[in-house]
C-alpha cells in the first residue's frame, strides 16, 4: 500500500524534529536534497534570509540552533500529493516563538522550506479569547470614559510620553505597519506631511486605479468589503486608508514634516525634528523607520537645452490629470506603468500624445495577468480553493528568488501564446517589447528594478491604433519648442512630461539623515540577479527591506499593498521583541554592495 502525503510528511517532520531538539546537524542535512532552498522569516535568523544548498543551511544551524531551540513540528493541515512531491503546512515553535512553515519534499527529501514567525510567546496580540474587556464593570467616580482616555494617550505621545517608534510616512506602509504594532502595544507615532491619511493616493492623477486586484491588495486585519471593485479608484483607496487609519486607532500626525533624524549613540535613540502644523516637535524613538514608499526621489534625466524650454515640464508624480489639453503637443518621455496611463490621460482630454520609448517594455494584458499569474492564488477561484490571502502569500514567499524565475516563465510562455494577436499589433505599431532578459515576466522584473513593465487597462490600444504616437530611441536634446531624438527627428511639444522613474529609497537618508548614513544602508530594492538595474552580487533577499540595515535601529519598509501588508507583520514582530528586550541575535546582516 502506498505511503500517503501525510505520512511521508510527518515522517520527515519527526526526523527534522528530533534531529533539530539534539543539535545533530548532520542528521538534519540528510533530510535535505543537495540543491534544496530554505528561506527564512525572522523565525530561525531574526533576517529575512534564503540558505541555499546543504552548506549554507549547515552554517546557519551551527550558529543558531542553540538560541533558537525549535521544536514541536507537527502538520497544521493534511498534506498533500505523494511520494514523488509532497506539500504540507506546518507548526513549530521557537523558544521565544510560534511559527508557521511550508514544506516541499520531493522522494522524501526536502527541496523547499519556508519557515516564518507568526507571534512571540508572551507578547501575543490581544485577539479572540484573548482580546480586552474594554470596560471595567464596576462604578466609580470620575471614572473616564473609553474616548476621554484615548485623547488623552494621543495628546501626550510624542511630547510628555515618546514613542517607542517613529515611522516616516503615513501611505500605506506607514499604515499597515502602524496596525501591526498597535495591535502588539508598541506605541508608535506615524508621521505625515499630506493633510489626511490617503492623500499620497488622492494627490495622484485623476483617472488612476489600482493595476493589481483586491484580492492582492488588502490591508492588514481588515479586508475590503466582498462587493469592492476589483480595480479601485484612487480616491476610493484613499477614503478606505483614513477611515482605517481611524478605525484601527493608530497614533497618525498629518500636515506634519520629518526635517532631521540623528542617532544619540549615548542614550541608544533617535533625535527625530518634525515641524507639526507649524511647530516644531522633538521626538525620541527607541526605533524609526522609513516607509516613504516603493522608491526614493523622482529621477529627472538632464538633457542638453532642457532650461530653454519654454513649455511646461514636470515628472510624472506632478501630473495632475484631466484638464483640457485640446489643442495641445505632449512628449511622455518613457515608456511602463505611469508613462502609459498618463498618455491615456492626456489623449482622453483633447492633448496630441507622443511616448518616448528609449528601451524596451514588458507589457501584460491585465486579464491574463489575473488569469495566468494571479488566478490561483489571489482570486475568487482561489478562495474557493480554500487559498486565503495569508496562505497566498506564503504560496508566493514560499519560493526563492533564486528558483522563482523557472517557475514564472511557463506563465509568460502562455501569456504571449494567447495574446499573440495583441502583440504583433504592438510590434508593428513600432512599440519594442520584451518579457525580461530571461523570459521570466512582469513580476521578477519588479522585485528585481521595480520598472520596465505595463499592465495594459487600454493605453496599449491607443498604440495600436496610433491614436498615442510613438518616438523610439534616446532624446538628444530639447529646444524652446520640441524634443529631439538621437535620429534628428523633433518632436513639437507645449508640454514635457518625464515618466523615467525614481531613485532608490535610501536617496531619502542622505537628506533626512546624513549621506553617510545612506551609504552605510545601502541601495534598497533588488537582489542581485546581475540583469538590468539589479547588479550583483547575489543576495537572495530584497535589499534592505523589512529586516535589519547596516545601522542600528533603523528600517525600511514600503512596496505594494500585497508586500506593505505581508512583510510588516515580520517587522512589527522584530521591533516589538527589541522593546521587550528579547535576544535578537541577527544571522549574517546582509553586507551593504551599493550605495545611492
Not at 518613457?334 to 492633448?351: F, V
Amino acid at each position: 500500500m502506498p505511503e500517503t502525503a501525510n505520512g511521508i510528511a510527518e515522517a520527515w517532520l519527526a526526523q527534522f524534529d528530533d534531529a533539530l531538539r539534539s543539535h545533530n546537524t548532520g542528521a538534519a542535512l540528510e533530510l535535505f536534497e543537495d540543491g534544496s532552498y530554505w528561506r527564512d522569516f525572522v523565525s530561525f535568523t531574526w533576517n529575512l534570509k534564503t540558505l541555499e544548498g546543504k552548506d549554507q543551511i549547515r552554517s546557519m544551524l551551527d550558529a543558531m540552533l542553540e538560541d533558537i531551540q525549535p521544536s514541536n513540528w507537527t502538520l497544521a493541515e493534511d498534506a498533500t500529493g505523494d511520494a514523488a512531491s509532497t506539500e504540507a503546512w506546518v507548526n513549530f515553535e521557537t523558544s521565544q516563538a510560534r511559527g508557521y512553515a511550508h514544506l516541499r519534499l520531493r522522494n522524501g527529501k526536502c527541496w523547499t522550506l519556508l519557515t516564518t514567525m507568526q507571534e512571540l510567546k508572551g507578547f501575543e496580540e490581544k485577539k479572540g479569547a484573548n482580546r480586552e474587556k474594554g470596560v471595567a464593570h464596576h462604578i466609580s467616580k470620575g471614572r473616564k470614559s473609553w474616548l476621554e482616555l484615548k485623547e488623552e494617550q494621543e495628546a501626550r505621545l510624542g511630547y510628555e510620553d515618546q514613542p517607542y517608534t517613529v515611522i516616516i510616512g503615513g501611505g500605506q506602509g506607514g499604515i499597515g505597519l502602524g496596525a501591526r504594532l498597535r495591535r502588539l502595544g508598541v506605541p508608535t507615532l506615524i508621521i505625515e506631511k499630506n493633510e489626511k491619511p490617503g492623500d499620497s493616493w488622492r494627490n495622484r492623477y485623476k483617472s488612476l486605479h489600482l493595476h493589481d486586484p483586491v484580492w492582492y491588495d488588502h490591508l492588514p486585519y481588515l479586508k475590503f468589503p466582498e462587493d469592492w471593485p476589483v480595480f479601485a479608484a484612487k480616491d476610493k483607496i484613499g477614503d478606505w486608508l483614513e477611515h482605517y487609519t481611524r478605525i484601527m486607532e493608530l497614533n497618525y500626525w498629518s500636515s506634519t514634516e520629518c526635517t532631521n533624524a540623528r542617532y544619540d549613540e549615548d542614550a541608544q535613540e533617535w533625535i527625530v525634528q518634525v515641524i507639526r502644523d507649524g511647530e516644531p516637535v522633538t521626538l525620541r524613538p527607541k526605533q524609526l523607520v522609513f516607509a516613504l514608499g516603493v522608491s526614493g526621489y523622482p529621477n529627472v534625466p538632464t538633457f542638453d537645452g532642457a532650461e530653454s524650454f519654454l513649455g511646461h515640464q514636470y515628472h510624472s508624480s506632478k501630473h495632475p490629470g484631466g484638464g483640457d489639453w485640446t489643442g495641445k503637443k505632449a512628449v511622455v518621455i518613457g515608456s511602463n506603468n505611469s508613462a502609459h496611463d498618463i498618455c491615456a490621460d492626456l489623449w482622453e482630454h483633447g492633448a496630441d500624445v507622443t511616448m518616448v520609448q528609449r528601451s524596451s517594455t514588458h507589457i501584460a494584458r491585465s486579464e491574463s495577468l489575473m488569469d495566468l499569474a494571479l488566478g490561483d492564488l489571489y482570486s475568487e477561484k482561489a478562495l474557493a480553493n480554500g487559498v486565503t490571502t495569508e496562505k497566498a502569500d506564503l504560496l508566493f514567499a514560499s519560493l526563492p528568488y533564486r528558483i522563482l524565475p523557472e517557475a514564472q516563465i511557463p506563465v509568460y510562455q502562455e501569456m504571449a501564446q494567447r495574446d499573440a494577436g495583441f502583440y504583433s499589433q504592438l510590434e508593428a505599431a513600432g512599440f519594442e517589447l520584451d518579457f525580461g532578459v530571461d523570459g521570466s515576466g512582469l513580476f521578477l522584473k519588479y522585485l528585481r528594478r521595480g520598472s520596465g513593465y505595463y499592465i495594459d487597462v487600454g493605453a496599449s490600444q491607443l498604440i495600436i491604433d496610433g491614436r498615442v504616437k510613438l518616438a523610439n530611441g534616446q532624446v538628444s536634446k530639447i529646444t524652446g519648442n520640441a524634443v529631439v531624438m538621437d535620429g534628428g527627428t523633433e518632436l513639437e511639444a507645449d508640454v514635457i512630461i518625464y515618466a523615467t522613474g525614481y531613485g532608490s529609497m535610501n536617496g531619502w537618508l542622505a537628506d533626512l539623515v546624513s549621506p553617510e548614513v545612506a551609504d552605510r544602508v545601502g541601495k534598497c530594492w533588488g537582489f542581485g540577479s546581475e540583469t538590468p538595474k539589479d547588479p550583483g552580487p547575489w543576495e537572495g533577499e530584497l535589499r534592505n527591506m523589512w529586516k535589519p540595515t547596516n545601522v542600528e535601529n533603523l528600517w525600511i519598509h514600503g512596496g505594494n499593498l500585497h508586500q506593505s501588508r505581508h512583510y510588516s507583520n515580520y517587522l512589527a514582530l522584530q521591533l516589538k521583541a527589541r522593546m521587550e528586550g528579547l535576544p535578537t541575535p541577527v544571522y549574517e546582516l546582509q553586507a551593504s554592495h551599493h550605495t545611492r
